[in-house]
């Protein structure tokens, strides 16, 4: 396979940003206090397995994204084989 335009694979280095802000993501929570904090540590601990599994999943979803975006900048094609 060859392509068109290989100087647009240099687009493959825009993978980094979602993986950056993946990595530093700066969400600040307020810490709520109770009365019986035991149910809400279950709660918590079920609750964050869940988001954890919805952020890894929209991190691939992006990186598949910017990938097939660049991919189809850069034009693969197979070429023909040549007759004689």
Known sequence: MNFLYPAFLFGLFSLAVPVIIHLFNFRKYKKVYFTNVRFLKELKQESESKSKLK???ILASRL?????LVLAFAQPFIPAKLRM
């Open 55 to 57: 952020n890894y999943l």
């Open 64 to 68: 598949l994204a910017l990938t097939c």
